[in-house]
């Protein structure tokens, strides 16, 4: 069958959720991709999800995998332009507005009032992801590791993600 | 490119010395191709370095206020900043450019990724890496949403409409569009404007 229109709309629609981040998409990507279309297992959506934070540029690339699974090449192409595209318009639209109405004192209400949201948004994307992802004391720890590291050091997270993949082979392996 | 057009699309950049004029859509293709290639780790601190410190295209402040835009819009931080940079310098071809450089590297990186995930996935080694990988990226997402509440939350109800977000999404599953519209609006309006700016908000 062809998925095509399916993927379209979508990322389409996750698209436009990113609010704050891609994470914030991250529990209806989960609804729409793993139940609703089955493109793929929960824990094949974690595990691109994680792996793409080790590639360079926007960290949702991960959705060409998705888009390749279900429609190959062509699949692939039709989710970046259908995840980037929309979002890329209203940027490049707001974007010249938004200088104008520096004195509008609206302006800086939405700021404030979409900051909280949109990390809440964020935060709520990551409680369904530790659901698939933290399955011990283990995966715990190694959550809590990263996070302190990062909060007390200057390290580059992809060498994080890198080193959690050496932790795993060493410690998950039979 | 007229006299009137420069002024018309680069109000600010008169007297702040920024270098901007003749920049082509080449370069700017280029330059967001290479930090689509080589941004490991967050393409953020990425930009600004090559952007500003580099190649002077634009300063500062307007990296600043062009983060805020970004962060307030969907979008990938990434993405709407390669669109804002792109249309400042030359329009939408501009932003053109510069968004498909900024995606193009890590696309096809994550493409050979699915090849290889799909043929090799359950292997032993690869599912026991996998679920490190995965426990260090809920990590470095916590890490993220740290780094951001203490970055731009500034009132303690700020963290009531944050938890109000989470439980509308995890706990009574509502959808996204319907959180942020409802939780969004009420935040809005706490945040409305004032006549008399309160301590809290003018910081």
């Known amino acids: 069958m062809n998925q095509t229109p399916a993927l379209v ?113 964020l935060l709520a994307g990551c409680f369904t992801m530790a659901k698939g992802a933290i399955l011990g004391f283990e995966t715990a720890t190694i959550a809590v590791v990263v996070l302190l590291l990062l909060l007390h050091y200057k390290i580059n997270p992809a060498l994080l993600i890198l080193a959690g993949a050496l932790i795993g082979v060493l410690s998950f392996t039979p | 490119m007229s006299e009137t057009y420069t002024k018309l699309v680069l109000p600010r950049d008169a007297d702040t010395g920024v270098v901007q004029a003749g920049v082509s859509i080449g370069q700017i293709f280029l330059e967001f191709l290479i930090i689509g290639a080589t941004s490991f780790g967050g393409v953020v601190p990425y930009l600004r370095g090559s952007l500003v410190t580099k190649r002077h295209w634009i300063d500062d402040k307007e990296f600043v206020e062009m983060l805020s835009i970004s962060q307030s819009l969907p979008g990938l931080n990434a993405t709407n900043m390669a669109i804002l940079v792109g249309q400042k310098l030359r329009g939408v071809l501009g932003a053109v450019v510069a968004i498909i450089g ?14 290889f995930y799909r043929s ?69 309006l706490f945040h409305r404007p004032r006549k008399e700016p309160r301590e809290s908000v003018d910081r």
């Open chain 2, 120 to 188: 090799h996935g359950d292997h032993v080694w690869v599912t026991a890496a996998l679920k490190g990988v995965a426990a260090a990226a809920v990590g470095l997402i916590l890490y993220t949403v740290v780094g951001l509440s203490k970055k731009s939350l500034a009132d303690k109800f700020d963290f009531v409409f944050m938890a109000l977000t989470v439980i509308a999404v995890n706990r009574l599953h509502q959808s996204v569009p319907h959180t942020l519209v409802a939780v969004g609006l009420l935040a809005i």
């Open chain 1, 9 to 121: 709309r979508v990322f389409a629609y996750l698209s436009l959720l990113t609010i704050g981040g891609g994470m914030a998409a991250f529990p209806e990507m989960k609804i729409l991709t793993v139940e609703v279309h089955n493109w793929l297992t929960f824990p094949q959506l974690i595990h691109l999800y994680s792996v793409g934070q080790m590639a360079p540029g926007p960290n949702m690339m991960m959705i060409v995998p998705i888009g390749a699974w279900a429609g190959g090449v062509l699949g692939a192409i039709v989710v970046v332009l259908a995840f980037f595209g929309p979002t890329a318009v209203l940027t490049f639209i707001v974007g010249g507005l938004w200088n104008k109405l520096e004195k509008w004192p609206w302006r800086r209400s939405i700021q404030q009032g979409l900051a909280p949201v949109s990390i809440g948004l």
């Open chain 2, 102 to 115: 900024v995606c193009l590297p890590g696309a096809v990186i994550m493409y050979a990724v699915g090849v």
